[in-house]
């Protein structure tokens, strides 16, 4: 198994550019996260998806939108790319366990996309 | 909302052991989880505590007391490869992580 995989693992935008990340995994999880990680702000979650065909705003959701065709798949997309959004964006995943069932929060990650925007 | 205090920093000796806290405020709490992340690397699951009490994995355990709204995380016999930062995580439904700001932790032989 694959796990968590993300593409692509590096990127750099101008300002204005639109892009989109993809992060697919093979655990056939019903929950779906991106998060993004800036030095010293620890991860901060901008959207995630509790199933197919749903999404719900995060921590810090300006700016991005989101999409769950595929079980399977997660889609950040970024319609006009800015310098504040330069970050290393992680795409995680977990079973729906309830949170008193042992590893209940328990999430795994992509290993990231660098995203330079100038 | 949620907020989660840990140190920035700690540094220990190879074969010693360390403890690192956070205490958290928050709105709802479903449970502890700590999470280790090596410079360069994604974050991976180490620990969760639902409930008060010790969990032990191996080398890691955690601590939980809802009480005090307090956790940590004890590394024991530290070796090299456990430099990384960790993060403690809180949950207050549908599995929303809330991470702190991370511990850098650095081991000195």
């Known amino acids: 198994n694959a796990g968590v995989t993300q593409t692509p693992k590096f990127r750099v935008l101008k300002t204005g550019q639109s892009m989109t990340l993809l992060c697919a995994q093979d655990?056939?999880?019903?929950?779906m996260y991106w998060y993004r990680q800036d030095p010293g702000m620890g991860l901060r979650l901008i959207h995630y998806?509790?199933?197919?065909?749903?999404?719900a705003k995060g921590e810090v959701p300006d700016g991005y939108n989101v999409s769950r065709l595929k079980k399977q798949n997660f889609l950040l997309g970024l319609e006009s790319a800015a310098p504040s959004q330069t970050s290393v964006y992680f795409c995680?995943?977990?079973?729906?366990?309830?949170?008193?069932?042992?590893?209940?929060?328990?999430?795994?990650f992509g290993p990231g996309t660098r995203l330079t925007v100038t | 909302g949620q907020s989660l205090e840990q140190p920035s920093e700690v540094t220990a000796v190879e074969g010693a052991i360390v403890q690192i806290n956070c205490t958290y405020q928050?709105?709802?709490?479903?449970?502890l989880s700590w999470y280790q992340q090596h410079d360069g690397g994604a974050p991976t699951f180490l620990s969760y505590?639902?409930?008060?009490g010790l969990e032990e994995t191996g080398r890691f355990s955690s601590f939980l007391s809802r009480s005090d709204s307090y956790g940590y995380l004890l590394l024991q016999e530290l070796q090299m490869k456990d430099s990384a930062s960790y993060f403690c995580?809180?949950?207050?439904?549908?599995?929303?992580?809330?991470f702190g700001k991370g511990t850098k932790l650095s081991v000195i032989p």
């Open positions: 995680a995943s977990s079973y729906n366990i309830g949170p008193m069932e042992g590893r209940g929060y328990e999430q795994y």
């Open positions: 655990m056939n999880h019903e929950y």
């Open positions: 998806s509790v199933g197919e065909g749903t999404t």
């Open positions: 928050t709105s709802g709490f479903y449970g």
């Open positions: 505590n639902a409930l008060d």
């Open positions: 995580a809180s949950g207050a439904g549908s599995y929303q992580l809330t």
